[in-house]
């Protein structure tokens, strides 16, 4: 699938405020300078959990870091990581058999260890640097709501503890039947699956370490749209902004869903997908809803499925909706306008608490923020992470699949390591299958694009 040639892809000036985004903070417009500077060594262009992670890294272990520039469309963290459901979860067995049969077993096995790797190096980033995000490690449950459903986790599961590569089967149980229900606090509950994973305030955790790395003399740049670069023939990059030119050195690519607008070599790898999330609170304002201690993903027939997690608070973040969003392409594949939601996707969640959870049913709840997020899916459901195969010095860290936090933090290191070592991605702990080369590249098989038009498409949670 080619692009529309008529159709814009960048970021939209008048986004919907996600509650992660919600509370007062002057940080969001965060220039570092009035002015943009004229050269860099490295400019990333993003400013959220990729970029974030990639510059935190150039600056660890680093006695003379570059000169560091970063530039963001608009207000800082406002993209995807300012929109998730606020999940760590790593996949242990959901994805196993697809990735087993595109990518072969042993990368199967890499991708497990790898989130989960993930996922405790973020809670000791966390703690190492102090950092207030609400951070909350506890187990994910995921509740199998049909016996189609059920029949998918028992097959990827059966065929994942086979795999003698994958660490840290012990800590991945499953329960059917009754203990399912108990377990779950699901009553429609089949099959039950937990296993570590964790939630945290995205937002807070991405700008602590923004903060950190303009501590160490990044200069960030928020409201400055990147339209385009080009390579010079001194070997520079031109970073043509909606604020003036910069140049630079060595430039990366962290935009995630929009990064076709100014990387068209990724039309047809890296699609946007419009999703939809909400927070529920109490509707009684001087009380919280009764504590699950677990996050949670709900799945149902035909590919549909919730996520949620419990904030300490004791409101709850949900998202999913996927009837109202499957059957309308057109809402939601290729789209990147984060300024309205898809139609009833807000209102699906009203009732949504009582409906599935025991502890819930008598409690009067209310929807008080539903926002939109604009998802980077990319055509084989990896990450493009690596320099590119046609511009040396350029990198890129995106199409996370709706499924960055627990992938990106390891591959901002790689990258970091790429660019102050001058090493090659191939020399990186990053997933062989993650990497960009000129295979995938010359790779023109969708996945994506055929999912979307039979309607099995499925928002990764």
């Known amino acids: 699938m080619m692009t529309d040639s008529t159709k814009s892809y960048f970021p939209v000036s008048n986004p919907m405020i996600s509650f ?34 990639t510059a935190y890294y150039l600056y660890q272990d680093n006695p003379t870091p570059p000169k560091i520039v970063m530039l963001e469309a608009r207000d800082v963290c406002s993209g995807a990581t300012g929109r998730n459901g606020g999940h760590i979860k790593p996949d242990n067995y959901r994805g196993y058999l697809r990735h087993a049969k595109n990518f072969g077993t042993s990368n199967a096995a890499q991708l497990i260890n790898f989130e989960n790797k993930n996922f405790k190096e973020i809670a000791k980033l ?10 909350v490690l506890t187990r994910a449950v995921d509740v199998d709501m049909t016996p189609e459903e059920q029949q998918k986790t028992v097959d990827g599961y059966s065929a994942m503890m086979k795999n003698s590569s994958v660490e840290n089967k012990e800590d991945i149980q499953i329960h059917f039947g009754e203990t399912a229900k108990i377990i779950s606090k699901v009553p429609d509950a089949e099959t039950c699956i937990t ?26 740049q928020s409201n400055t749209m990147v339209i385009k670069t080009s390579k010079l023939n001194n070997d520079k990059f031109l970073v043509k902004t909606s604020r003036g030119d910069i140049l630079a050195d060595k430039i990366v690519i962290a935009t995630n869903a929009y990064t076709k607008a100014i990387a068209p070599e990724f039309d047809g790898k890296i699609f946007p997908i419009k999703g939809t999330c909400t927070h ?18 709900l799945r149902y027939s035909g590919s549909k499925s919730d996520y949620m997690i419990p904030r300490p608070d004791g409101s709850i973040v949900v998202g999913g909706a996927k009837k109202h969003i499957f059957p309308y392409r057109e809402k939601f594949f290729d789209v990147v306008d984060d300024s309205n ?86 020399d990186e702990e990053v997933p062989d299958c993650f990497k960009i080369s000129s295979h995938r590249m010359n790779n023109n098989d969708n996945s994506l694009l055929e999912s979307s038009l039979t309607h099995s498409f499925a928002l990764k949670k």
Not at 200 to 219: D, E, R, S, T
Not at 361 to 375: E, F, H, M, Q, R
Request: contains cysteine; glycine residues 8%.
């Open 195 to 220: 296993y570590p994973a964790g939630q945290i305030w995205p937002y807070k955790f991405v700008v602590a370490l923004l903060q950190i790395c303009i501590k160490k003399g990044m200069n960030l």
């Open 341 to 426: 939601l898809i139609e009833n996707t807000d209102r699906y969640f009203d009732n949504w608490l009582q409906k599935h959870f025991i502890s819930m049913k008598s409690l009067n709840t209310v929807v008080d923020y539903a926002w939109p997020g604009i998802l980077g899916y990319s055509n084989d459901s990896l990450p493009y992470v690596g320099e590119s195969v046609s511009e040396t010095n350029k990198f890129v860290i995106a199409g996370f699949h709706g499924h960055g936090m627990p992938r990106i933090l390891l591959c901002g290191k790689a990258i970091a390591n790429c660019i102050k070592k001058g090493t090659s991605i191939e």
């Open 20 to 53: 992660w985004l919600s509370e007062s903070d002057e940080f969001k417009h965060h220039r570092t300078t009035d002015f943009l500077p004229q050269e860099a060594d490295v400019v990333i262009i993003g400013s959220g959990f990729s970029g974030a992670s």
């Open 280 to 297: 529920i609170v109490s509707a009684c304002k001087s009380e919280s809803l009764p504590y699950l201690t677990n996050t949670y993903s």
């Open 126 to 135: 966390v703690s190492k640097e102090n950092i207030a995000c609400d951070l």
